[in-house]
Nanobody, 116 residues
């Protein structure tokens, strides 16, 4: 299985971006999929997850601003990011896992830069 992330770019503070992660396989077979991010000099952190049943979870820092969703027919998950600020600047990675305790596959990352 390969995951291809896209949609990153440069945006002004307060703006929006939509990231997408396309899987080479059927995403319905994964227990969960998610987005992580890694800012310069910081550890990778979990941003949002979505289960096969559609349940979502978000980091406190993005709640109310980011929305994770899935398009099963396209084997794709998306991350809609609104009200972006400089602290959201990072490389964003999508991931997929067969079980709730482990992430089995990672995308290559897409860079998001928010200018203040």
């Amino acid at each position: 299985v390969q995951l291809q992330a896209s949609g990153g770019g440069l945006v002004q503070a307060g703006g929006s971006l939509r990231l997408s992660c396309a899987a080479s396989g059927t995403i319905g077979s994964f227990n969960r999929m998610g987005w992580f991010r890694q800012a310069p000099g910081k550890q990778r952190e979990l941003v949002a997850t979505i289960t096969s049943g559609g349940n979502t979870n978000y980091a406190d820092s993005v709640k109310g601003r980011f929305t994770i969703s899935r398009r099963n027919a396209k084997n794709t998950i998306d991350l809609q990011m609104n009200s972006l600020n400089a602290e959201d600047t990072a490389v964003y990675y999508c991931a997929a896992g067969w079980m709730s305790s482990h992430w089995n596959y990672w995308g290559q990352g897409t860079e998001v830069t928010v200018s203040s």
